[in-house]
């Protein structure tokens, strides 16, 4: 099966400054998407940004974008102007086509500082 | 109106007991899935199903049993429960194709004592 790593358990950043949470993913699949979801302390998972692997384009929504390395297998989310309401668990995710087994990373805490 | 719900939200309950999760989706999606997430956030994936085929069957304890009566419903039933099993448990659906994304219910929290 699919891994997808978070390398880093914890960040932090300034309010109204931009942060970049990583991820990795190890596959075989030449198409695949990926999610970005954030879990804020009421649990419930929040999609944030989706790209799929055949797309070149980054994909964009409003302060969070992509960084979508394909040959890396890297998939970097970029929140810029971040918000005391993006403090979070960010969860990276893998999911293949072919029988929607859908992995997630680790995590990364985000906090934001005021 | 609610995508994906689960009832329990929350369950409290002895080692030893028998306990099931429900798990509805008004989306009209193909596949659910049921994902344990643990006291360091780690979500990982238990079991999916297709249609009411289960289709991954991760390295779970026979203890757990999926059980889909049709596929807007996944049920997750628990024999014999340990300490161990205290967990936030999520079910989610997806549609199945493109890059449409997974759903997920609001968890109900495990609670063995």
């Known amino acids: 099966a699919q891994t997808v790593t978070q390398s880093q358990p914890e960040m932090s950043v300034q309010e109204a400054e931009t942060v970049t949470l990583s991820c990795t993913y190890d596959t075989s699949e030449s198409d695949y998407y990926l999610f970005w979801y954030k879990q804020p302390p009421s649990r419930q998972m929040i999609l944030v940004i989706r790209q799929e692997a055949y797309k070149q384009q980054n994909a964009t929504e409003n302060r969070f974008s992509v960084n979508f390395q394909k040959a890396a297998k890297s998939f970097s989310l970029k929140i810029s102007d971040s918000q005391l309401g993006d403090a979070a668990m960010y969860f990276c995710a893998y999911r293949s086509p072919f029988n929607n087994d859908m992995r997630f990373g680790a995590g990364t805490r985000l906090t934001v500082k005021p | 109106d609610t995508a994906v719900s689960q009832t329990p939200k929350y369950l409290v309950t002895q080692m030893g007991n028998d306990k099931s999760i429900k798990c509805e989706q008004n989306l009209g999606h193909d596949t659910m899935y049921w994902y344990k997430q643990d006291s360091k956030k780690f979500l990982k994936i238990m079991f999916s199903?297709?249609?009411?085929?289960?289709?991954i069957n991760e390295t779970v304890p026979n203890r757990f049993s999926p059980k889909s009566p049709d596929k807007a419903h996944l049920n997750l039933h628990i024999n014999s429960l340990e300490l161990g099993d205290s967990a936030v448990y999520f079910c989610?659906?997806?549609?199945?194709?493109?890059?449409?994304?997974?759903?997920f219910g609001q968890g109900t929290r495990l609670t063995v004592v």
């Open positions: 199903y297709n249609n009411k085929e289960l289709i």
């Open positions: 989610a659906s997806s549609q199945g194709y493109g890059d449409t994304e997974a759903f």
